[in-house]
């Protein structure tokens, strides 16, 4: 005879045998003891053998009706593994009856949750067991979970995903702003990255302004939980340029760029004898930072059969029939009278008239090929570019038909703007500036009335006189822009503070020749349409 006990799955059957040896006793003459993995028994000697129960047959096979009672984890339910990855081992779970003997051959549905891919039809093996082998993990760090169903019993399996090996350094978030020159951009996020974009979390990187000439409040960063890394505030640079910082992280790098926000455009034309692309260069640097400093545009300007060198005065320059957008410059480096003369003639031949705002259209920038060299040993000459380049946009020369200077050709001769004022306040002119803005009155000209007092201001750029070093384009400088008319942005102002009186006189100037004039304005210009539909109306200068 013999008799089977039932033992859990879950127990050791070697652990119940002195139980089943007492219950073997009530048996005549047990000769044997039997341990089959969940069953086990004991047999008389004078019995008949009996068969060994076989697993089910799970409906569908046509030789048996057993139906699933619950499914079990033959392999760990909870288990880590990476990204992108086959599961491995692949999970294992065995379909039971309600007698808990194993089930085969029954069919069992797979879904998945988290992401990934995996058979969704499966058969048990002849014990049972089935293996979701071609279980292909998500390439999305974190839970991906597979359900293995029979009939109306289920079970399932976790898989904890990790990100891969480093394999890039991406941005995130951030990238390629538009924002005001001199202004801090909003938060920029890069993150190393496995080759799926999961991020790692034991990295650094490290930032460097590249172009722009922008800062930034640190160098380093590192990264949060999630593997983000933001970037140190970078306040942008403040001409117009392209704006760059370079990312690096062990091995990988990458870049991060801005543009800056603005609608004024220099468009400045070449004429004369050939430049070299340095030359070229300190024109178009120049543009760039009065254009990161006006940025509202300006009415189209429409010109038809413009003769430009009787217009303004100077040779070489073509007949214009265009729409200009905002500004167009004439430049050229070219002989006028020598070393040592006149550097530059500069400044506006053709404006728009009253209706349009009466600011620019055309003007010309000529500079003395005979004192170029120097100035570039001096080291000074992008600033008087730039400063030329201001008196071509308005600054000294549209004062007065802005109204904006009084007692012209005075000692007392002042400037009466607000915008520039309230700015010589804020930067430590309030006993300078209470009631106007000295303007350079020693009787030189071209000199006199068209740039700030050397004397009060020293080294700012629109004073009448180069200094070495620094030259700031200051808020005050600024300020009488948005006087003129024009729409600007002060975060492109550069730092600066008003000398000392005493500092101011004792600024160095370079040239240190202070007559005859070193520089002259035009001798001539238009107002375009002064009458709507008229002739340009001339303008005769000196």
């Known amino acids: 005879m013999l008799k089977f006990f039932k033992v859990a799955a879950d127990t050791n059957p070697h652990m119940m045998l002195p139980r089943i040896v007492r219950a073997c006793l009530a048996v005549a003459a047990p000769v044997a003891f039997l341990l089959l993995g969940i069953l086990a028994g004991c047999s008389d000697s004078n019995a008949a053998p009996a068969a060994v129960p076989s697993p089910s047959t799970g409906a569908g096979t046509g030789t048996g009706t057993a139906s699933p009672a619950r499914i079990v984890a033959a392999t760990p339910q909870i288990f880590s593994a990476r990204v992108g990855e086959l599961a491995s081992p692949a999970p294992i779970a065995r379909v039971l009856d309600a007698s808990g003997n194993p089930i085969a051959s029954t069919p069992v549905s ?8 995996a058979p969704t039809s499966l058969r048990t093996d002849a014990d049972g067991n089935v293996s979701i082998s071609g279980w292909k993990l998500s390439t999305t760090a974190g839970l991906n979970v597979v359900t293995v169903t029979a009939g109306s019993v289920s079970t399932s399996f976790t898989a904890n995903l990790a990100a891969g090996e480093p394999a890039q350094l991406i941005v995130v978030s951030g990238n390629k702003q538009t924002v005001k020159a001199g202004a801090t951009t909003s938060s920029i996020v890069v993150r190393v990255a496995d080759q799926f974009g999961n991020g790692l979390t034991s990295n650094a990187a490290t930032f460097a302004v590249t172009a722009g000439n922008g800062t930034l409040a640190a160098t380093t960063a590192v990264a949060s939980t999630d593997g983000s890394i933001t970037m140190p505030a970078w306040t942008l640079g403040r001409s117009a340029v392209a704006q760059t910082v370079h990312v690096t992280a062990g091995t990988f790098a990458t870049d991060v760029s801005a543009t800056i926000q603005t609608d ?5 034309r070449f004429f004369g004898p050939a430049m070299t692309d340095a030359q070229k260069a300190w024109f178009t640097n120049a543009a760039a930072r009065i254009s990161g400093v006006i940025t509202g545009d300006l009415p189209d300007a429409v010109i038809t059969n413009f003769d430009a060198s009787s ?7 073509p007949t214009v029939n265009e729409t200009i957008d905002d500004l167009v410059i004439y430049a050229s480096i070219a002989n006028i009278d020598g070393a040592g ?22 003007g010309v920038m000529l500079f003395d090929a005979a004192d170029i060299a120097a100035m570039a040993t001096q080291g000074i000459t992008q600033d008087v570019i730039t400063h030329e380049m201001l008196h071509v946009v308005g600054i000294g020369t549209l004062w007065q038909p802005k109204a904006l200077i009084t007692a012209v050709g005075t000692p007392a001769v002042a400037y009466l703007g607000s915008a520039a004022k309230q700015s010589c306040l804020t930067e430590g002119g309030a006993g300078t500036c209470a009631t106007y803005v000295p303007v350079e009155n020693n009787g030189v000209a071209g000199t006199a009335d068209n740039h700030w007092r050397e004397s009060t201001f020293g080294n700012e750029l629109m004073t009448g006189y180069v200094n070495p070093g620094s030259m700031p384009f200051s808020a005050i400088s600024v300020g009488s822009l948005r006087d003129m008319g024009y729409v600007v942005n002060d975060l492109a102002a550069d730092p600066y503070t008003l000398p ?13 020749r202070v007559a005859p004039a070193w520089e002259r304005p035009l001798s001539s210009g238009v107002i375009l349409n002064a009458v709507p ?3 340009p109306t001339m303008i005769r200068r000196r």
């Not at 797979?110 to 891919?117: F, Q």
């Not at 004024?264 to 400045?268: M, S």
């Not at 006149?342 to 055309?362: D, H, K, M, Y």
């Not at 000392?500 to 240190?512: D, F, G, K, L, M």
Request: charged share 5%; glycine share 20%; proline share 3%.
């Open 110 to 117: 797979v879904t998945l949750a988290g992401g990934g891919s």
């Open 264 to 268: 004024y455009k220099i468009d400045v």
């Open 311 to 317: 217009a303004c005065g100077i040779s070489g320059l």
């Open 341 to 362: 003369g006149v550097l530059a003639e500069s400044g506006p031949c053709a404006l728009r008239n009253g209706a349009q705002g009466g600011l620019t259209a055309v």
């Open 500 to 512: 000392s009186s005493s500092a101011a006189a004792s600024a160095t100037i370079v040239p240190t």
């Open 533 to 535: 539909g008229g002739a």
